[in-house]
């Protein structure tokens, strides 16, 4: 190693040679958190909040669904009822058409 490359003499040379792989660093790390860290942690956020809204809009749908489907269920029990009703009107025309 040539001997102008890393010649410290004095406490005075080392302090100000920590100083500036100090100051080098912080700003690395500064520009780094900038660069990266920051975008990723809002991507993140966003990312969650989209995630809550699609829970939001899943658990009306289903919701949603699930009263249209009981409504048809409904229906369908009624329409079921009808049915037997008029089964037994048509069986009690029958009857006393037969007898009459």
Known sequence: MPPHFMIINTIEDAASAIS???AIGTA???VF???VIKPLSDSMDRLSSEIKDFKNDSKFEHDEF???FEELD???HKHDEDIVSIKEQIHTLF???RGG
């Open 20 to 22: 500036i792989v100090v």
């Open 28 to 30: 690395l790390v500064w």
């Open 33 to 35: 958190n900038r660069l």
């Open 66 to 68: 699930r009263r249209h």
């Open 74 to 76: 409904d229906n369908v």
């Open 95 to 97: 009857s006393n058409n």
